[in-house]
């Protein structure tokens, strides 16, 4: 089993900034692709950003220039640095992890952005 800890949510100010982390943990043998997806009221989760084992990313188009991921392979940790957030930014946010091609997801963390 490989157990998920996200952290770094909040309430935060339009044009504000928060980074995430998410700490992979357990059963980890080798760790594929990392990402972060998010839901929003009403709507159904989306990607937001992922990265492999190799380093290449992959960006919502809503997010690309603002957001950066990044990841720590050391401490299976990844990353999702959030600048100059939106009102529409606000979600709850999932970290992902595709270990030996299995899914993983942590409970999420809750972003607001309001003033």
């Known amino acids: 089993q490989v157990q998920l800890v996200e952290s770094g949510g909040g309430l935060v100010q339009p044009g504000g900034s928060l980074r995430l982390s998410c700490a992979a943990s357990?059963?980890?043998?080798?760790?594929?692709?990392m990402g972060w997806y998010r839901q929003a009221p009403g709507k159904q989760r989306e990607l937001v950003a992922a990265?492999?084992?190799?380093?290449?990313?992959n960006y919502a188009d809503s997010v690309k220039g603002r957001f950066t991921i990044s990841r720590d392979n050391a401490k299976n940790t990844v990353y999702l640095q959030m600048n100059s957030l939106k009102p529409e930014d606000t979600a709850v946010y999932y970290c992902?992890?595709?270990?030996?091609?299995?899914?993983?997801w942590g409970k999420g963390t809750l972003v607001t952005v309001s003033s």
């Open positions: 357990g059963s980890i043998f080798s760790i594929n692709a």
């Open positions: 992902n992890v595709i270990v030996s091609g299995m899914d993983y």
């Open positions: 990265i492999t084992s190799g380093g290449s990313t």
